[in-house]
């Protein structure tokens, strides 16, 4: 390798140990600090984070990275290190023109954001956070004006997470699957419904542990390469392939939520085990692209996880570690699973009705940023969406518009990448069944890790090399519907609601 390859490299090295210390104080903040702790510990977040940025960002590193975007240096490194060139080029062009003291107020807000959403969500308080929230959205329309000036903020905000969608087709999608699914769940909430009732009782959060690590290791998350904690929001944070971190929150009355959760932050956790080890150290070595992501972890939970056939090898061992459950057979636990209602929380939604909460939430980063509706009437406008969506109204803000944690670091425009994820799995289902044959079939007969492994073939091991549109062009061979979702739903449904 060249001698600009090297200085790069050794660059690159550091900049990449300042993002790791940062993540790590991102996982410690979330997981372990103390409340009185965490003002010290976000200082010490934002200066790994702000030293990073400045090394990414410096005359140097610009130097370096216009040198190696030469064609006949370029062409002599490997694809991931392509990639990370052509990646960080590009980040450089936007990430210089922000300036470092912006960037560290960002990063400071951000962290004192999420501890008053915490303290907003325990007390069911909107106006401790309004103010952050507040302050958030400008900084972020001020971040897109220096990165992207002239485009859209909304837009912006779309492609950072799932790079190459537009608003344009994501109306086209959502608008697909809301004219299908609303008539479809109608139809659904007339039926008979199962009986909740069967599930009242104290379950050990203890026991509700090991539940989590049996199902884990189950699909194919390594308890090798990967730890798990609590926190109050369940969220995976990778390392790197041999260290992905998992977290969960368990309920004494609700062993359902935290089982679920285990299954879908196992399947973001078994996607960043799985990269190639070539793309390591290399910006490949990650998926950036949310949708994607979040198509994993919503195929692992919904595709899998709520099929009767994922839970005819395991539910007796289940019922072992949860001697609760030894009263309730496995259809009712099945139709329980299953149980299409009108809810308020999203993580605990059914996978026919989490569509609605997520254009929800689309519409109001919509408001935010293309109406301008201020702050003070969001919580308003959350309670009149709930309600012309699914005919319920939040009781207080916790179960409205405080129950997620994205807003409160920033996170605008991830949302939408919940849903594109479900409709990619639509057609991910159908290429499985293509290869495979029957997915009932394969679960019943314990063979989950043969549709493991087809994901990791197929989509894990390229980490972020493929844009979404190319993953559903190689994998599906066709382009992006929300037709095969419906499909889903709508076999599924009709066959379990009779």
């Known amino acids: 390798m060249s001698q600009t390859f090297d200085q790069f490299q050794a660059l690159y090295s550091r900049i990449r140990h300042f993002n790791r210390a940062a993540t790590l104080m991102s996982w410690d903040l979330y997981t372990a600090t103390p409340k009185n702790g965490y003002q010290d510990m976000s200082d010490t977040l934002t200066y790994f984070s702000s030293e990073s940025f400045s090394l990414s960002t410096s005359d140097e590193f610009r130097a370096l990275l216009t040198s190696l975007s030469q064609p006949e240096e370029l062409n002599a490194l490997s694809e991931g290190m392509q990639y990370t060139v052509k990646k960080l080029k590009k980040q450089m062009e936007k990430n210089s023109r922000i300036p470092k003291d912006f960037y560290e107020e960002l990063i400071s807000l951000q962290s004192a954001s999420m501890q008053a959403w915490g303290e907003a969500k325990r007390t069911a308080d909107f106006s401790i956070f309004a103010p952050y929230l507040e302050k958030l959205i400008d900084k972020t329309i001020q971040r897109c004006a220096y990165t992207d000036p002239g485009k859209d903020t909304y837009e912006v905000l779309l492609d950072e997470y799932e790079e190459g969608m537009d608003s344009a087709s994501i109306d086209r999608v959502f608008s697909e699957l809301k004219e299908g699914l609303v008539p ?248 499985i069944e293509h290869d495979l044959g029957s997915i009932d079939e394969l679960l019943a007969a314990g063979r989950i890790l043969e549709i493991t492994h087809w994901l990791n073939e197929k989509i894990h091991r390229y980490g972020g090399l493929r844009l979404p549109k190319d993953v559903l062009r190689e994998v599906c061979h066709k382009e992006l519907s929300a037709q095969p979702l419906l499909t889903y739903f709508r076999e599924k449904y009709t066959k379990l609601y009779q």
């Open 184 to 431: 479809l769940l109608d139809q659904i909430l007339a039926a008979p419904q199962p009986d909740s009732s069967l599930f009242k009782g104290y379950y050990d959060p203890d026991a509700q542990k090991k539940v989590q690590e049996l199902l884990l290791t189950y699909i194919g998350f390594s308890l090798e390469s990967g730890t798990v904690a609590e926190s109050e929001h369940p969220f995976t944070l990778g390392f790197s392939k041999h260290d992905v971190r998992v977290t969960n929150h368990f309920r004494p009355d609700d062993p359902l939520c935290a089982m679920f959760s285990a299954i879908h932050e196992g399947g973001h956790g078994i996607f960043e085990q799985n990269v190639d080890s070539a793309l390591q150290n290399t910006e490949a070595d990650d998926c950036p692209f949310m949708g994607v992501h979040e198509s994993q972890s919503r195929f692992f939970e919904n595709m899998l996880g709520r099929n009767r056939n994922f839970w005819l090898p395991i539910y007796p061992q289940i019922q072992e570690l949860l001697p609760e459950l030894k009263r309730i057979s496995l259809d009712d636990f099945v139709r329980e699973i299953n149980h299409v209602k009108n809810s308020f929380i999203r993580t605990d939604a059914d996978e026919v009705t989490y569509p609605l909460h997520i254009i929800i939430r689309y519409e109001i980063e919509q408001a935010i940023f293309r109406d301008h509706t201020p702050v003070s009437e969001l919580p308003s406008l959350w309670n009149q969406k709930m309600q012309q969506y699914l005919h319920i109204t939040p009781s207080n803000d916790a179960e409205g518009i405080l129950q997620d944690m994205h807003w409160s670091d920033g996170s605008f425009g991830y949302f939408p990448s919940y849903l594109l994820g479900s409709i990619y799995d639509g057609m991910f289902l159908q290429a």
